[in-house]
């Protein structure tokens, strides 16, 4: 695993010094394979493997060969998974492991950072937050809590692209920071990583936790951008908390007339993470 590891940011300041396209579309197609070959030891599974190399060839293949700058960049997208061209994730992250999906959310997508910000400019950021409005959307309709954990991470995500758009310096010293947790975390539980509550709480921006950060740092930016899409995305993110906070009630109440003695104490904790996630 720390020799993929150093890869990955290897490819990283690749794609950071390099400004060519056939250089960008190699680095893409590499990280495909590596990523197989990765899950081939932890979640194989041939309808998994077919779905992602499809995807990613084929939205590969178009970022190659069709020269349209704005194209490129909703190419990439939807290579990332991000929001709102992260429909295909839902095909694959049923057939991973926390181990893998992890990865996926993680060094998989390190790459693609330096080449989204060559392409990125500031009309974009309407995409992004349009995507925030079907991240919340789907979240109230998912009964599976690992497709709400992959919209979030997703989420997270866009919101670490658009820290890095407005001070690129300071987005990659929190990229570092949240590599660094991530790798802990893979180095930890090399073997018997899976879910638990705490950890997907984590995931899905609780307060004071590495995701939440990454959109206060985000917001911190703009505020010297515009008062309405501040606002905006204010009003994003209260729909976003009251989702998931319904979606923990529900967890806890289904798991609490169920009769399991060990999850009866979610029904009254979860009161108390609704309450923080709505203030």
Known sequence: MYFFVLFYIYLFFLCCFVCNIVVWWSVFFIMTFVFLFLNKFYSFSFYFSINYFIVQEFFG????????YFLHFFFLLCMCAIPPFHFWIFSVVNYLN??????????????????????????????????????????????????????????????LLIMCFFDFF??????????????????VYYNDFDFNVVFSLIMM??????????????????????????????????LFFLSISVFILNFSVYFFFKGFSYFKYYFFVSFFFIFIFLF
């Open 61 to 68: 293949f178009c970022f190659l060969i069709l020269n349209f």
């Open 98 to 159: 926390g181990f893998s999906l992890i990865w996926f959310f993680t060094f998989q997508k390190l790459p693609f950072i330096p080449v989204l910000m060559n392409f990125f400019i500031f009309d974009y950021l309407y995409i992004l937050f349009f995507g925030y409005i079907v991240c919340f959307l789907q979240v109230y309709f998912f009964k599976n809590l690992k497709s709400i954990l992959s919209v979030s991470l997703s989420d997270s995500f866009s919101w």
């Open 170 to 187: 300071f987005g990659f010293i929190f990229i570092l920071f949240y590599l660094v947790f991530f790798f802990f975390v893979l180095d």
């Open 205 to 238: 921006n609780m307060p004071l936790t590495i995701s939440f950060f990454v959109k206060v740092f985000s917001l911190f930016n703009l505020f010297s951008f515009s008062s309405f899409f501040l606002f905006f995305v204010l009003l994003i993110m209260f």
